[in-house]
């Protein structure tokens, strides 16, 4: 009996030791990343010398930008990313249904990372891309520390008037015509309420186009555009809502612009946006809750 099981044993160690191995053998040391979030993530676990190609406005962290780049987030390069020769190929469910088929029909191993549909599921990401790289312990410490700081401006807000506030992400330029503003199935919404204030939009989906008398329907205390062009166009930015002055939060000065690295960027710098809006929705909060945060 006891020769039986020193057998199982050592049959099951040697087995353990051989997963490890493979598990070992199995982390990537090129790696495609085809999405700026997760080209950001993969910087925060410190990886990022392992990545050797990005897509297009992969711009954070700035060495990013010396990467060579496969294409677009729903347009790569096939041949560019086969150039490159990449052990891991990092990608999103939603491109994973446009083109996943077609990467691993060229050989490439995969990894299918969740949407950005809530909070948790950018957290998750975290967690196995930390796993896949052997990083898992400073995974769960990122996690952590993100969960702390949200929680603590959770407590903040907790009490504080909401106020409606309509993110804008996008219209035609010079003009408010074809307003692109946030629905409520994304994370964006959950910073905005988490920040103390309520989406202005009921729309359940991720984004809709509204016009500019819609704006004056919905009524918002605060409007916040994202920037996705250069800082110094806050000011035309702001001198074209002025042109709505029907508006009351246009009235009250209660317009602002953002740029779009502390609120489009679903990773680690969630944290940022969540304290950004804080600091615009609930500005009388910075000095008594600094700490919470």
């Not at 070992?24 to 495609?32: L, S, T």
């Not at 409520?184 to 309420?193: A, D, F, G, K």
């Not at 984004?207 to 919905?218: D, G, Y």
């Not at 690295?261 to 615009?280: C, D, F, M, N, Y």
């Amino acid at each position: 009996m006891i020769k039986k099981t020193l057998l199982r044993f050592i049959i099951l160690a040697v087995l353990s030791a051989s997963f490890l191995s493979a598990r070992a053998a199995e982390k990537p040391e090129r790696i495609v990343s085809l999405s700026p979030n997760l080209t950001h993530m993969i910087y925060a676990l410190g990886e990022l010398d392992k990545v050797v190609g990005v897509t297009l406005y992969s711009d954070f962290p700035p060495k990013a930008k010396e990467l060579p780049s496969v294409g677009g987030w729903i347009n790569p390069n096939y041949e560019a990313i086969l150039a490159l020769r990449p052990d891991l190929v990092i990608l999103m469910k939603d491109q994973d249904t446009i083109f996943g088929a077609k990467i691993r029909e060229l050989g490439l191993k995969t990894l299918v990372t969740d949407s950005n549909d809530s909070v948790k599921d950018i957290l998750k990401t975290i967690i196995l891309l930390g796993e896949v790289l052997g990083k898992g312990a400073e995974a769960e410490r990122i996690v952590s520390d993100i969960e702390s700081t949200l929680n603590g401006i959770r407590k903040s807000t907790n009490g504080a008037s909401r106020k409606k506030v309509l993110l804008v992400v996008g219209r035609s330029p010079g003009t408010l015509e074809d307003i692109y503003v946030i629905g409520r199935n994304n994370y964006i919404n959950e910073l905005i309420e988490l920040a103390g204030g309520e989406n202005a939009v009921e729309n359940t989906r991720l984004s809709i186009k509204i016009t500019k008398e819609a704006v004056l329907t919905l009524d918002p205390d605060v409007i916040i555009e994202i920037n996705h062009e250069k800082f110094d166009k806050e000011a035309e930015i702001l001198g074209i809502w002025s042109t709505l002055s029907q508006s009351r939060a246009v009235r009250d000065g209660q317009v602002y612009i953002l740029p779009s690295t502390v609120v489009l960027h679903p990773s680690q710098t969630i944290v940022e946006g969540a304290k950004v809006l804080t600091e615009v929705l609930h500005p009388e909060l910075r000095d008594n809750h600094a700490n919470d945060y």
